[in-house]
């Protein structure tokens, strides 16, 4: 005898798709939607639909925006000759709330992973060469993960962007604020001091 009924068993499958949200959580979501009021279901339903129409892909940076070009590509007071390459959103989000770069974004949307099936044609590259070729672009910061693939895409966007007229650099990566060295694995201690610099 099936306790939950079809539409709330199927909305619950619905959530537990999205990324973090295991079959509890999606449970939670699904039956607090199911005791708020309808017309709040109702707004949430329509927020849902109106999204894949109301927002875009900046045709520069391949953020997700409602306008073209994004109001970060478009902004006056930007440093037009610097290009961050991010992975996904989610970093460009993480690095605006630092406040220390004030240069332009390029999303690749992925990082390389031929196990997966994920090579450069799958990935913004070629969009990123393009743009480097079409705008006046002076340095090329990578920001990419210091996991192997993010590691594999910084080496492979180095490879082919030495051959452009662009300045290439990689986000430094080391020991975090606060923490004792002596508990810093291998990898991240040997990064930190390979990206070293001079003390002020």
Do not use: W
Request: proline share 6%; with cysteine; glycine share 6%.
């Amino acid at each position: 005898m099936q306790v939950v009924p079809p539409a709330l068993e199927k909305l619950i499958q619905d959530l537990s798709r999205l990324p973090g949200i295991g079959k509890k959580t999606a449970s939670r979501l699904a039956l607090h939607i199911m005791r708020s009021p309808a017309e709040e279901a109702r707004a949430l339903a329509a927020d849902l639909a109106e999204l894949h129409t109301a927002v875009k892909l900046c045709s520069s940076c391949f953020v997700f925006s409602e306008t073209d070009p994004c109001r970060i590509c478009s902004d006056p007071v930007r440093n037009k000759e610097v290009v961050c390459v991010v992975e996904g959103p989610d970093d460009l989000l993480a690095i605006e709330k630092t406040g220390a770069y004030q240069g332009l974004y390029h999303i690749l949307h992925g990082v390389l992973a031929p196990m997966d099936g994920i090579g450069p044609d799958e990935i913004k590259i070629s969009e990123l060469v393009n743009r480097i070729r079409r705008e006046k672009i002076a340095e090329v910061l990578i920001a990419t993960s210091s996991t192997v693939p993010g590691e594999a895409t910084a080496a492979y966007l180095s490879r082919i962007l030495h051959t452009e007229q662009v300045q290439v650099t990689r986000l430094a990566c080391g020991i975090p604020m606060g923490m004792d060295i002596k508990y810093a694995d291998e990898v991240t201690l040997a990064r930190a001091i390979e990206t070293r610099r001079e003390s002020k």
